[in-house]
């Protein structure tokens, strides 16, 4: 999918119902829907999604293309409305411009990600914590980075190993707990943790103190 390429966490709802509840559970930097829906239409979806969040932005991707279904769209609370067919370069570039308005996307021209006093340089793959280089192998480098572009962010071990690892992962089912701990050795050892386990939800990162 376009968007995972972008190193984007993408949920997928085929329902109204599911996209209602995935929102409130993982609370997206921005929603992609449809107006025809098995359960309901995306007009009533939205109204629910503003209730939860007045902020979320909202692009509706949808073949209803008349004027007036545009018009309605918007004037329901939707962001931005794109027709199919569409093009997905259209479609990402779109999304970018509703996240950085909304302040959801940050963007670095050198990309060098930040969280507190950690440091990833995703073109030289070059890592560092307070100033003090991390040496990191390939993989623990891409969840690094994942957990880095997600701060703050509970990821369940299912985001995890489908980013990292694909769903086609047939390895041991602890692989993700155990680059956790590897991570941890790296990042955090000697100094305050800013690798945190949600019991029951996942993993996140955070800025220490």
């Given at each position: 999918m376009a968007l995972r390429y972008e190193g984007w966490d993408v949920d997928v709802a085929g329902t109204g119902s599911k996209a209602v509840a995935a929102a409130r559970a993982q609370r997206p930097d921005a929603v992609v829907l449809d107006v025809m829906l098995p359960d309901t239409d995306g007009m009533s979806v939205l109204a629910k999604l503003r209730e939860q969040r007045t902020d979320v932005p909202v692009l509706f991707l949808t073949a209803r293309d008349s004027v007036e279904d545009r018009i309605a769209g918007l004037t329901a609370g939707g962001d931005d409305y794109v027709t199919k067919p569409f093009s997905l370069e259209e479609v990402v570039a779109r999304l970018r411009g509703l996240?950085?308005?909304?302040?959801?996307?940050?963007?670095?021209?050198?990309n060098l990600l930040t969280v507190g006093d950690l440091t990833l340089d995703e073109d030289s793959h070059e890592v560092r914590?307070?100033?003090?280089?991390?040496?990191?192998?390939?993989?623990?480098?891409?969840?690094?980075?994942y957990l880095m572009r997600n701060p703050r962010r509970v990821l369940?071990?299912?985001?995890?190993?489908?980013?990292v690892w694909s769903y086609d992962f047939g390895g041991q089912a602890n692989i993700v707990e155990l680059y956790i701990s590897y991570l941890r050795k790296k990042v955090d050892?000697?100094?305050?943790p800013m690798i945190h386990t949600m019991r029951g939800a996942g993993y996140l990162l955070k800025p220490a103190g």
């Open positions: 996240m950085r308005r909304a302040g959801a996307l940050v963007e670095s021209e050198d914590r307070a100033g003090e280089e991390v040496t990191l192998t390939a993989t623990e480098f891409e969840l690094l980075r369940s071990k299912a985001q995890i190993l489908d980013r050892a000697g100094r305050e």
